[in-house]
């Protein structure tokens, strides 16, 4: 299920010398960016300021680069997941089989993001499923394991072990090399700016919660989360412009559960911020996969750019079943950004729906995550019976109608002016 790119003449125009090994890795940029933030607007003219490339290789500054961002929806941890994964003589839990049949996918992502819907806060703070999440940090591995390198936390689980819980949270994830964002230790660390360069484009990168289950975020710590909020969110894309993010997105944890279309709220939301500079709106939390839509902004001088709302991803690895609660969706979107220029457009856009197959066996739940298309097309991964194609070949039917139910024609809007 693809969409024509906008300006179909920008395709088919990759060089190949100017898309290999430009990857850096989070922790440079993060130093990067906030160094970034504080220089003279007018240096960045011609020059990302924010992420230098390498000195040891040529700056981009003509041509044109290709790269491939790839997401999913949430990574949530009921009890029922642990126990198959516990090595008794190791004295770990290993959950990289969960991710086998779609590493090859995830692995393809310039960009690959996923949003983690429980604390990993370690072992001493107790384990546990809804409605207080805390998982064995060793789900960080197998994230990392899975092609995952952006771990986006702002959700309703975010606060489920206070503030302690994120920072050893966010600890475990840094110390697997993520990039993440949502969740802050400190105030300067909920303003900083994230910018990741991937293939010579910068994705300035965001991500926000409609709440966090009634807990209240700490007194001494109202940044903890990210919270939605139409006014903030739409000042920092502007923040990422000026900083030189050359597309963003930004990632919502918000709509109904178990509905399978978005609301108004949803669909005001996710327009406004695309007319207002966001590129890419990555939406979850309903636990089922919603549609998405293309929207085309005509922009003050009069050009036209592409947008994407992704208004929810579903689960991509949960213990729910049935009414396709079981189903999630990786979503892969080109970007392809045109130097002299400084243009960067949202090209192809594809759209793979994914089933968590679940099978019991000595007594303790095992589960994959199968690219169903794929899957049936093959006929033969390992564990799945007759029933499971026949269940992943209705689960197919029903997600890929409703995932494109939106997206025959693009939303036009105009640009938003810039907020103060
Ligand atoms: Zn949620």
Redo the contacts with the bound molecule.
């Keep these: 299920m693809n969409t024509e790119p906008l300006n179909a003449e920008r395709q088919g125009t990759e060089k190949p010398g100017l898309t290999t090994d430009t990857v850096k890795q989070g922790q440079d940029q993060e130093q990067g960016q906030e160094q970034g933030q504080e220089q003279d607007p007018d240096a960045a003219v011609g020059e990302d300021p924010v992420t230098k490339p390498d000195t040891s290789e040529p700056p981009l500054q003509s041509g044109t680069s290709d790269a491939l961002w790839v997401a999913v929806g ?1 990574i949530m941890m009921h009890m029922p997941q642990l126990p198959a994964y516990y090595d008794k003589s190791a004295k770990r839990y290993d959950f990289n089989p969960y991710f086998t049949e779609v590493k090859p996918l995830l692995e393809q992502g310039d960009w690959s993001l996923a949003n983690l ?1 429980t604390p990993i806060s370690g072992k001493e703070l107790g384990y546990s499923g809804f409605p207080r999440f805390n998982a064995p940090s060793e789900l960080a591995e197998a994230l990392k394991y899975a092609g995952f390198n952006i771990v986006t936390n702002a ?3 975010s606060l489920d072990r206070g503030a302690e819980g994120i920072a050893r949270t966010l600890r475990h994830l840094e110390e697997q090399g993520f990039s993440t964002k949502g969740t802050a230790r400190s105030k300067a660390e909920a303003e900083a700016l994230t910018i990741i360069e991937r293939q010579g484009i910068g994705m300035g990168l965001l991500a926000y ?1 409609y709440g966090t289950n009634g807990i209240p975020l700490p007194k001494d710590k109202p940044y903890s989360v990210a919270i939605i909020d139409e006014k903030a969110i739409i000042r920092d894309i502007n923040r990422l412009r000026e900083a030189g993010a050359d597309f963003i997105t930004v990632v919502l ?1 918000f709509g109904i559960e178990y509905q399978t279309v978005p609301n108004d709220t949803q669909k005001q939301l996710a327009r406004k911020l695309i007319a207002a500079g966001a590129d890419i709106i990555a939406g ?2 309903p ?1 089922v996969v919603q549609p998405y839509e293309t929207v085309d902004v005509t922009e003050a001088d009069g050009s036209l750019r592409r947008g994407l709302i992704i208004y929810s991803m579903g689960n991509f690895i949960s213990n729910q079943r049935g009414e396709t609660k079981d189903c999630g969706v990786i979503f892969k979107v080109h970007i392809h950004k045109d130097h002299a220029s400084g243009i960067t457009a949202i090209g192809d856009i594809e759209a793979i729906p994914t089933w968590v197959h679940r099978v019991k066996k000595n007594k303790a739940n095992h589960y994959q995550i199968i690219p169903m298309e794929q899957a049936i097309k093959h006929g033969t991964t390992d564990g799945l019976s007759a029933a499971d194609y026949k269940e992943m070949k209705r689960n197919l039917s029903v997600l890929s109608k409703r995932l494109q139910s939106m997206s025959a024609k693009p939303v036009m809007l105009n640009a938003e002016a810039p907020v103060e």
């Design positions: 949430d819907e959700n309703n689980h919660t944890h979850a939390h636990h």
